[in-house]
């Protein structure tokens, strides 16, 4: 079993940044198919950005991308978000999710993630 564990939320105001991380423990496998979703209230979970464990292109939402950049350090079994000019809209819970597979190169949906972290709080007030 794969567990996830995010950190690094918090409230920053309009144009602040903030960086997650989330780090994986258990079963490792070779290749993992991970990435950040995020869920405001009342919303459904969305992607924010889709990659591998092992290298390759990243894919973000067209509403982050310019303004958030993922980033891996395989030795610690970490990837991280950094999210820079964040906005009000930014606002939800974000988590990391993986799936012991290749990514299907672009955007994924939630229900094809099977393992997921309990999700940090991101507020950005105006």
């Known amino acids: 079993r794969v567990q996830l564990v995010e950190s690094g939320g918090g409230s920053v105001q309009a144009g602040g940044s903030l960086r997650l991380s989330c780090v994986r423990s258990?079963?490792?496998?070779?290749?993992?198919?991970m990435g950040w979703f995020r869920q405001a209230p009342g919303k459904e979970r969305e992607g924010v950005a889709i990659?591998?464990?092992?290298?390759?292109?990243?894919y973000y939402d067209d509403s982050v991308k310019g303004r958030f950049t993922v980033s891996q350090d395989n030795a610690k079994n970490t990837v991280y978000l950094q999210m820079n000019s964040l906005k009000p809209e930014d606002t939800a819970m974000y988590y990391c999710?993986?799936?012991?597979?290749?990514?299907?190169?672009?955007?994924?949906?939630?229900?094809?993630?099977?393992?997921w972290g309990q999700g940090t709080q991101v507020t950005v007030s105006s």
């Open positions: 990659f591998s464990t092992g290298g390759g292109s990243t």
């Open positions: 258990g079963y490792t496998y070779n290749t993992m198919c």
């Open positions: 999710a993986a799936d012991p597979r290749y990514c299907s190169g672009g955007l994924e949906d939630q229900a094809d993630f099977g393992h």
